[in-house]
């Protein structure tokens, strides 16, 4: 379905205009939020701003106004996904003043050498993931990251669920060869 056809039904029936657009601008509109909120909140968080990009859309476009209907659904997707990165963010951080008199002594049960070298591994991981690219990358990340079947990330990615196997399989290769050079 074409962006003047989704318009087309915007105008004349609402209802179908707006189901064809969710069906239509869905996988756009997750790529865009995964994108930027990855690792950052959790899977419902990026669902529900998802869900809140398309209200937003929904209650706001006006498709008697000329411009591109899929620059504007990336805009909203952006804004929104960068808004609830920056809630996040604030709500995770949590800092203790040192120049307050009840400071006392911080005491961790964590060992730090081990955590260090941990972050170390976890970073190479994901800049190995990350070099391979997309959509290899945003397979790879929903398979083993977030537990996905190959057929929800094929509707992720618009790739068919063989297509997805494939590059799996491929990009676990790929992976294998990039690690083995970094140990």
Do not use: W
């Not at 105008?11 to 205009?17: T, V």
């Not at 669920?161 to 990039?178: D, E, F, N, P, Q």
Request: charged residues 30%; glycine residues 4%; proline residues 2%.
């Amino acid at each position: 379905m074409s962006e003047s056809e989704v318009n087309d039904k915007l105008k004349h029936s609402p209802d179908d205009g707006h189901r064809a657009l969710f069906d239509h601008y869905y996988n756009y509109v997750y790529a865009i939020t995964l994108r930027i909120l990855r690792g950052n909140v959790s899977m419902s968080d990026i669902e529900e701003c998802v869900i809140d990009t398309f209200a937003d859309i929904m209650l706001n476009y006006d498709p008697d106004k000329s411009g591109s209907l899929k620059a504007y659904i990336g805009t909203v997707a952006k804004r929104n996904s960068i808004n609830m990165l920056r809630k996040s963010n604030r709500k995770s951080n949590n800092t203790i003043s040192i120049d307050s008199d009840d400071f006392g002594e911080l005491v961790s049960g964590t060992d730090v050498e081990q955590t260090a070298e941990n972050n170390n591994v976890s970073e190479a991981l994901i800049n190995a993931i990350k070099a391979l690219g997309e959509p290899d990358s945003i397979i790879i990340i929903q398979k083993y990251f977030y537990d996905r079947k190959s057929s929800e990330i094929a509707k992720i990615v618009g790739l068919s669920s063989t297509a997805v196997r494939a590059r799996i399989s491929r990009a676990m290769k790929k992976l294998k060869k990039v690690l083995a050079d970094f140990c």
